[in-house]
């Protein structure tokens, strides 16, 4: 079974800076496309970044040119580098594996990033 472990989330002040680690594990890693979720109270759940298995990455137009997508396959694990934070970038954010087939998407449990003004 899929295994996605997320840490790096918590508390910080507009402008600073987080770092989120999604650790997958029960899968080979690289096979797998990867991206970053965010889901805000009352709103949608929505795309933050993702990346493919051959490196292509893909940003929601609010975090570009702030956040980085990036992945390591020898670890298992995709990153999220969150840069000049803003107080809008607070939610709960999703670490996302997707199975190319059968197409099939596996989640994490979500980790709390709230940016205070």
């Known amino acids: 079974q899929v295994q996605l472990v997320e840490s790096g989330g918590g508390l910080v002040q507009a402008g600073g800076s987080l770092r989120l680690s999604c650790a997958a594990s029960?899968?080979?890693?690289?096979?797998?496309?990867m991206g970053w979720y965010r889901q805000a109270p009352g709103k949608q759940r929505e795309l933050v970044a993702d990346?493919?298995?051959?490196?292509?990455?893909n940003y929601a137009d609010s975090v570009k040119g702030r956040f980085t997508i990036s992945r390591d396959n020898l670890k298992n694990t995709v990153y999220l580098q969150m840069n000049s934070l803003k107080p809008e970038d607070t939610a709960v954010y999703y670490c996302?594996?997707?199975?190319?087939?059968?197409?099939?998407?596996?989640w994490g449990q979500g980790t709390q990033v709230t940016v205070s003004s």
């Open positions: 990346i493919t298995t051959s490196g292509s990455t």
């Open positions: 996302r594996m997707r199975r190319p087939f059968p197409p099939n998407d596996y």
């Open positions: 029960g899968r080979i890693f690289s096979i797998y496309d």
